[in-house]
């Protein structure tokens, strides 16, 4: 069985990117995909995916940071890297609000130009407040356009409901199903996972945030993700291998990663 985590954040604690991994790796864990949320953590991701087989990084700026980009031509340095499977993470933010919503727009569509430009998936991040989807709907209008000019996405860690899962998967999306799911008030996670295909479904720990039961509370990381596969295959009433298949050979397909 093989695992895929297709967005986990690496920072530096001290230890080497490989004593780091040797920490976390587990025997089901094959691939990982290191996200980046602004230059500098994109340089990060980089430089431990140049260091770790079967590993690969996606460059981008999370909305939290959209008020601080000066230049996206910057990001011109990971251009062509082997290891560059995407652009992200980057979308729209409306529970924090960290940067003004026109610049969160105005960036989630620079760096939708650039995967275009790049010919890569974007990873897109939404989150929007309480029964609130306003941040859903900016995103969607953006991703139709995106869509409908040959952009490939992915919307990483979905936590909205069934109906919003629904209108991204009519535009080719994949959704990232994290360890929300073991939560007992993720009611609505589940629900959504009951809408999508099996060729479009990929997980992913998004650590080390949201850690699955029974690690809540702990700091998360990539060797937890077989917590998400198993909780899927019992949602899915499926064995957990082939959920693990399944979302793998999705994963390799959305990244091309196999081909690097």
């Known amino acids: 069985m093989e695992l895929f985590d297709t967005h986990f954040h690496y920072y530096p604690d001290g230890r080497t990117p490989r004593e780091y991994y040797a920490a976390i790796k587990t025997p089901e864990l094959k691939y990982l995909l290191a996200a980046g949320a602004d230059f500098k953590e994109s340089r990060t991701a980089r430089d431990f995916a140049a260091q770790i087989d079967d590993c ?10 959209a008020a601080e980009l000066e230049d996206i031509r910057a990001f011109d340095e990971f251009s062509g890297h082997d290891k560059l499977a ?46 609130k989807f306003d941040a859903y709907a900016d995103a969607l209008a953006m991703l139709k356009d995106f ?35 073991t939560f007992p008030r993720a009611a609505n996670v589940r629900a959504t996972l009951r809408v999508i295909p099996d060729d479009r479904l990929v997980i992913e720990t998004d650590s080390p945030y949201l850690a699955p039961v029974p690690y809540r509370g702990k700091p998360n990381n990539p060797g937890y993700l077989i917590r998400v596969a198993e909780k899927i295959a019992a ?17 390799l397909r959305l990244f091309k990663a196999g081909s690097n």
């Not at 690969?56 to 940071?65: D, K, L, M, S």
């Not at 026109?102 to 998936?121: D, H």
């Not at 936590?159 to 998967?169: M, Y």
């Open 235 to 251: 949602e899915r009433s499926r064995p957990v291998e082939e959920i693990a298949a399944l979302t793998t050979a999705n994963s």
């Open 56 to 65: 690969w990084f996606a460059a981008g700026v999370h909305p939290h940071a």
């Open 147 to 181: 869509a409908q000019t040959g952009g490939r996405f992915v919307v990483h860690c979905f936590s909205g409901t069934p109906d919003w899962a629904e209108k991204f998967l009519e535009l080719g999306a994949f959704l990232g199903i994290t360890g929300i799911i």
């Open 86 to 131: 995407a652009v992200g993470e980057l979308g729209l933010d409306y529970f924090y609000n960290n940067s003004p919503r026109r610049i969160q727009r105005a960036v989630m569509e620079r760096f939708l130009g650039l995967a275009l430009e790049w010919k890569l998936p974007g990873i897109i991040h939404l989150r929007d407040g309480e029964n």
